[in-house]
């Protein structure tokens, strides 16, 4: 009835339930490796047998569980709250008891004390299971001390194995009730509520992306981000090159860390909420050293449960870092269900239609699947408030709270969509939801304010890890598509990738690569303020500005190391999607106008007649006024490739009017530490000016490879403004003007024997477009993720008919 847990193993998940028999298989095999875990003893499924019978429980028990009526909350309510009050009120056999009181005592006296602070985590036989992780269905209790406290936390977990939310969770999956057995753990308490504790995912959780290791955490004990009632930091680490050796931390987002949990100060609270000091919550919760071992610890315990089931097997871990000590513990371990079990072939795209009058979302927060959902809104504040009153949640309806735990999971199998104001992507309701199918978008902030009783939304996590919510019913499509039934092409497809937070979601297409990743995209969206700005602002006289970015650089050492990180950590998100393949970056191409508007961007940028055809790509970098701003470029890019380790990624001069400009902004790379061909460095020209095509042959002597940017080269070569609506009708890459300068590019790089691709929009829209590249000669064409489909199509028609036509050899 009581083992240690160091004794038991993944094969005793009948006797000891699935937390337990995994706990104490990384006792067995992983601490030799350095992970720590908590020590402690097991309550097997037989004492809780024996607890049930000596009681007379079991008949009881089932005809309450029978009586149910599953789509009716009320109902499940009632009967749940009968069989935990049966359980509750029932006395444990003495002889189990006093096992119980001594294994407790032999645990605290090897800790040092008399009696010692413990966790009493329940553990069942059908949970964290490779198909079912059943994550918060029974309950855990934290700070328990003394033989009294035990034995009522030991006796609140059996009664949790009839939870409402443990009842809907195995009917929802077909488990049968009465084949659901219950053990307990009694473990060491990690004093977290002095450091800080959370949840880490040995996969991207939204897009399945098995490369990454992804941390959320917050000050104190680890529930508050696992029940979501805070917005945890989050951390991602590339897999591959920190087994390689590098500090691949790919993106650090600092969360609303605004409360925490820590120990109670007498027996009646266990547990307390307190709130965190103003100068800790725009700090991070982990350092960077911490983070990598918690990563690397997270890529041992995969890659031993994968060896031990013989195929690749995620996992979802819970850690603790002790607040005394500074040691990291790891607290649970238990499979990842949700994408594990996914046919990785099958493409499922949800796409809102774009014919909705440009209607902007109303709400925005932390996409949790890709679906869309639609409906009434119902706002609910508690479980209690409207259940068993005139105000019943409808089926359909989307649930809108400040945050969801298990307990709610009656409730959200039977929404088209879920809203929470808190949580983060790895919390209870997070995983839940996933589950169910259901989409949901947390950490909105204020979704209980602006939305309202009855008013109709549509939800979409299509977009990637932002979800939107949009008054009225939009119309969406849904397209699967088996990536086994895509044609193969000879001609190396790569992607325009716009958005970091894309990259992990179309990492699975099989395109070979990036062939335009942005900048602008990510300062705009990400760092949001004119670099000049970040670095000069206390010297302006601009209070509110100064505030500002005081604000949004939090948690960063000042303006330059913000600009520097958060654009590694975009550019280092997408070169680790499709690592090793190519990943070209264009160094910033904003327009003047556009730079005006970032953040502070006032004090720095002229007024211009035409930005287009001004102050833009090449000609800043080298500039006195703004080569400070380009060199924080450099340093981001120089971080990616060599403290990152993703030497994939090559960079890109956009708007490169003359071979002297060139060279000009090759020394100003220098000065910031990247030289071409050093450490594998690749530069890349923008071809799209015309003067790239007429001196082609000079450029090639210089660089890597040409990427022709047909948006700029069409309104050059025709002579109009491509952002003005009076001449749009003219404007077409495919006017001949622009094929013949197309034409004479790709010759001119087959004679110097560089690489030639296309970058432009003009192949994504006009398959046709895409063919005559292809029988050009052109070596790659980027286009973007949507019209990949369409694009493979018109590329295989062309080659299979070019084939076709080659004479035929005996």
Request: charged share 25%.
């Amino acid at each position: 009835m009581i083992l240690d847990l160091n004794s038991v193993g993944i094969n005793d998940i009948p006797s000891v339930g699935g937390k337990n028999a995994s706990l104490g298989e990384m006792m067995q095999h992983l601490s030799g490796l350095g992970i720590c875990i908590p020590g402690g003893f097991v309550i097997t499924v037989e004492a809780y047998t024996q607890f049930i019978v000596q009681n007379q429980l079991d008949k009881k028990i089932r005809d309450l569980i029978n009586d149910i009526d599953h789509d009716n909350v009320e109902s499940l309510r009632r009967a749940g709250l009968s069989v935990r009050q049966l359980i509750r009120n029932s006395p444990f056999p003495k002889e189990l008891s006093v096992k119980i009181i001594d294994a407790y005592y032999t645990l605290s006296q090897s800790y040092g004390q008399e009696t010692t602070d413990v966790a009493v985590r329940s553990s069942a036989t059908a949970e964290d299971l490779p198909n079912a992780s059943f994550a918060g269905q029974q309950e855990t209790y934290l700070n328990v001390r003394g033989p009294a406290a035990l034995m009522d936390a030991v006796r609140n977990c059996f009664a949790s194995l009839f939870t409402d939310r443990a009842i809907s969770y195995r009917s929802t999956f077909g488990f049968d009730h009465f084949k659901v057995g219950l053990s307990v753990c009694i473990q060491k308490m990690i004093r977290s509520d002095l450091g800080s504790a959370g949840v880490a995912f040995s996969l991207d959780t939204e897009s399945g992306f098995k490369n990454v290791v992804v941390i959320n955490g917050s000050y104190g004990l680890g529930e508050m981000v696992v029940q979501g009632s805070v917005s945890p930091d989050e951390f991602i680490v590339f897999k591959p090159k920190l087994k390689e050796g590098f500090p691949s931390i790919l993106e650090k987002k600092i969360g609303v860390k605004d409360q925490m949990m820590v120990y109670g100060d007498n027996p009646d609270e266990r547990v307390k909420t307190i709130p965190v000091d103003k100068s800790k919550q725009n700090q991070f919760c982990l350092n960077d050293a911490q983070i990598l071992q918690l990563a690397e610890w997270v890529c041992i315990i995969e890659g031993y449960y994968s060896n031990l089931r013989g195929h690749w097997c995620p996992m979802d871990v819970e850690w603790a870092i002790d607040g005394l000590s500074g040691k990291l513990f790891i607290v649970q371990a238990r499979p990842e269900t949700i994408h594990s079990r996914k046919d990785a072939a099958l493409l499922v795209d949800y796409k809102l239609s774009e014919d909705f009058d440009g209607q902007q979302p109303i709400l925005k927060g932390i996409a949790v699947g890709n679906k869309i959902g639609y409906g009434p809104v119902h706002i609910m504040y508690s479980l209690d408030k409207r259940i068993g009153e005139h105000f019943e949640f409808r089926k359909g309806s989307v649930l809108v709270t400040d945050m969801t735990d298990p307990d709610w999971e009656p409730i959200m199998k039977m929404a088209s969509a879920i809203i929470t104001n808190k949580g983060g992507r790895t919390c209870h309701a997070a995983i839940i939801a996933r589950e169910l199918g259901v989409p949901a978008i947390v950490g909105c902030g204020n979704a209980t304010e602006i939305l309202t009783d009855n008013l109709e939304v549509t939800v979409s996590c299509a977009s990637g890890e932002e979800g939107e919510v949009y008054k009225g019913k939009l119309a969406y499509s849904l397209v699967e598509t088996n990536i086994k039934d895509i044609p193969q092409v000879d001609t190396t497809i790569l992607f325009n990738v716009a958005s970091p937070s894309q990259a992990f979601h179309i990492a699975h297409l099989p395109g070979k690569g990036v062939g335009l990743a942005r900048e602008e995209f990510i300062i705009n969206n990400y760092i949001q303020a004119h670099p000049l700005a970040l670095m000069h602002h206390a010297s302006l006289n601009d209070a509110e500005l100064t505030a500002r970015i005081q604000q949004l650089t939090k948690g960063f050492d000042g303006g330059e190391h913000f600009f520097i990180e958060k654009l590694s950590y975009g550019i280092g998100k997408i070169a680790a999607a499709f690592h090793p393949s190519p990943v070209i970056v264009r160094f910033s191409d904003f327009k003047t106008n556009e730079y005006y508007n970032l953040l502070g961007g006032k004090y720095f940028e002229p007024k211009e007649e035409n930005p287009m055809l001004g102050w833009r790509g090449a000609s800043r970098y080298y500039s006195e006024t703004y080569k400070k701003a380009f060199g924080l470029e450099c340093h981001a890019i120089k971080k990616v490739r060599e403290q990152m380790g993703l030497d994939n990624v090559i960079v890109m001069i956009p708007f490169c009017r003359t071979v002297e400009e060139l060279f000009a902004v090759y020394k100003v790379m220098e000065e910031y530490g990247l030289k071409r061909g050093e450490n594998g460095l690749q530069v890349y020209l923008m071809a799209e000016i015309p003067s790239n095509i007429i001196l082609a042959d000079e450029f090639a002597k210089h660089i890597d490879g040409f990427s022709i940017g047909s948006n700029d080269l069409t309104q050059l070569v025709l002579g109009l403004d491509r952002d003005s609506s009076l001449v749009a009708s003219i404007y077409n890459e495919r006017n001949n003007a622009v094929k013949e300068m197309i034409i004479r590019l790709i010759q001119a790089a087959k004679k110097a024997k560089i690489k030639v691709g296309i970058c432009g929009q003009g192949p994504s829209d006009f398959p046709d477009f895409a063919q005559f590249l292809v029988e050009q000669g052109i070596d790659t064409l980027s286009i973007t993720p949507d019209s990949f489909l369409k694009t493979n199509a018109a590329i295989h028609k062309i080659e299979t008919e070019s084939r076709k036509k080659r004479p035929q050899h005996t």
